[in-house]
């Protein structure tokens, strides 16, 4: 039986957490770091699934490929989303497989690779049910070639899993993903695409999947992943945080 986002967060007692997030999201700029609830870090519940208006960075893991590279993606998004928001954040990432049934609980998933992907029907089922049901899949492409092995299979498995003239069209600047938290007038621009492939490529656009007038899937050819891919640490010394972007999504999937 498909259930919304909606009404499965009912289900688990957090449509009163969620509704609390609208005033959090007001605090910009500096917001006050929370811990997770009670103050224990790392404690999850039913596999990690969010508690309240929790934020937990899910990894997708998928059977082929590279699913696990760029390992300090998840620490940084965290510390951006707990210095900048008022947000309370699960310190730990969470690995949830693309058939899971618990897939549903997180409203964010973080994918990557280099490699060949290619889902089992289980996963494209499981992936579309994510997508049809709110979640917002976050895909990027660590290759930074539209023509690599990464790109071209994961875009045929796009078609896929959601056939349609819609599927990984190009985000307009206008989009509200762009706003949500802080302003951008389009994806922001990576070092790696000006020169950690030595190739000078660089993409003004992303492209996504839209269900129910939202993006379900972002997709990126980027390499915001090995941007983000640093100890959190480092902030202090770069001029501009280069993982606001990442807030922007955060935000976005959990309003």
């Known amino acids: 039986m498909t259930i919304s986002r909606r009404a499965f967060l009912e289900r688990l007692g957090l449509a009163a957490g969620a509704a609390a997030l609208t005033p959090l999201l007001a605090a910009a700029q500096g917001g006050q770091r929370r811990a997770t609830d009670g103050g224990q870090p790392g404690g999850l519940r039913r596999g990690g ?4 208006s929790e934020f937990v960075f899910a990894r997708l ?37 693309a058939d899971s049934t618990e897939l549903d609980a997180f409203p964010f998933l973080f994918m990557t690779g280099h490699k060949l992907v290619r889902f089992s029907e289980r996963e494209r ?33 796009m078609r896929r899993t959601f056939p349609g003239s819609g599927t990984l069209v190009k985000v307009p600047s206008s989009h509200p993903v762009y706003r949500s938290f802080f302003l951008f007038d389009g994806p922001p621009r990576t070092s790696h695409e000006i020169n950690g492939w030595g190739d000078n490529v660089v993409h003004d656009y992303v492209r996504g999947v839209e269900r129910n007038g939202r993006l379900g ?17 480092n902030k202090r010394f770069r001029t501009r945080d280069n993982t606001r972007f990442a807030v922007n999504l955060v935000v976005y999937a959990m309003t």
Not at 49 to 52: F, I, K, L, T
Request: hydrophobic share 35%; aromatic share 14%; net charge negative.
């Open 49 to 52: 699934a969010p508690r309240g």
């Open 61 to 97: 893991r998928y059977d082929s490929g590279d699913w696990d590279y760029n390992p300090k993606v998840a620490a940084n998004v965290l510390d951006a989303v707990m210095q900048y928001t008022t947000i309370p954040v699960q310190e730990q990432e969470v690995v949830v497989a």
């Open 125 to 157: 089922r499981g992936l579309a049910r994510f997508v049809e049901n709110g979640g917002l899949l976050f895909s990027d492409d660590c290759n930074h070639d539209v023509n690599g092995l990464y790109a071209k299979s994961f875009e045929a498995e």
């Open 217 to 233: 899937v972002v997709y990126t050819n980027q390499d915001y992943g090995c941007e983000w891919d640093y100890s959190w640490r």
